[in-house]
T-cell receptor
């Protein structure tokens, strides 16, 4: 099976712009989670989607949003970009909702977002 | 809120030797899961080992083993017979069990360098 794929891999934006990142989970996986990774804050949970529904959300402002499509592919959007949004955004997929005990998250390579 | 602490920002080890990475966590829950993830430079994060809190036996995966001390809330990773390919950032992570939602809470990470 192909692994989790994320596009684009690298992105440069300027402050005030918006950006959309895409994640395709492993075939058959219906749960997609997003994480932000920065040197200062480390890895922080953004949100999880399962069957097109947001199941859980981390402590991020409303500028961060996401959605999931019927084929389980997910997108996350960041509006009104700030310098502090520069980060590696990781997507991870599981077969079942992350809350279930016996599952394993598989991570994608990430999208490196730079905000100038 | 649960927190995960990795007190060693960097560690180094000689090839073929053993190294232990430390992790402590804070939770009031009794049902949870602990993980060690490996993130090689510019490569995808992968699961190294997992431990269910209700299991007293320490998890082992080939050269990787954990020392799980539930009362002390400590979860260290031991890498035996270290190989050059073990060089990576290692993250300790926590997931609460028995809930309707799920997310991983990560530590700040430990960079492991393996010297030939």
């Amino acid at each position: 099976k192909a692994g989790v794929t994320q596009t684009p891999r690298y992105l440069i934006k300027t402050r005030g712009q918006q950006v959309t990142l895409s994640c395709s989970p492993i075939s058959g996986h219906r749960s997609v989670s997003w994480y932000q990774q920065t040197p200062g804050q480390g890895l922080q949970f953004l949100f999880e989607y399962f069957s097109e529904t947001q199941r859980n959300k981390g402590n991020f402002p409303g500028r961060f949003s996401g959605r999931q499509f019927s084929n389980s592919r997910s997108e996350m959007n960041v509006s009104t970009l700030e310098l502090g949004d520069s980060a590696l955004y990781l997507c991870a997929s599981t077969e079942t909702p992350l809350a279930l005990e016996d599952n394993e998250q598989f991570f994608g390579p990430g999208t490196r977002l730079t905000v100038l | 809120a649960q927190t995960v602490t990795q007190s060693q920002p960097e560690m180094s080890v000689q090839e073929a030797e053993t190294v232990t990475l430390s992790c402590t966590y804070d939770t009031s829950e009794s049902d949870y899961y602990l993980f060690w993830y490996k993130q090689p430079p510019s490569r995808q994060m992968i699961l190294v080992i997992r431990q269910e809190a209700y299991k007293q036996q320490n998890a082992t995966e080939n050269r990787f083993s954990v020392n799980f001390q539930k009362a002390a809330k400590s979860f260290s990773l031991k890498i035996s017979d270290s190989q050059l390919g073990d060089a990576a950032m290692y993250f300790c992570a926590y997931k609460e069990g028995g809930t309707s939602y799920g997310k991983l809470t990560f530590g700040q990470g430990t960079i492991l360098t393996v010297h030939p």
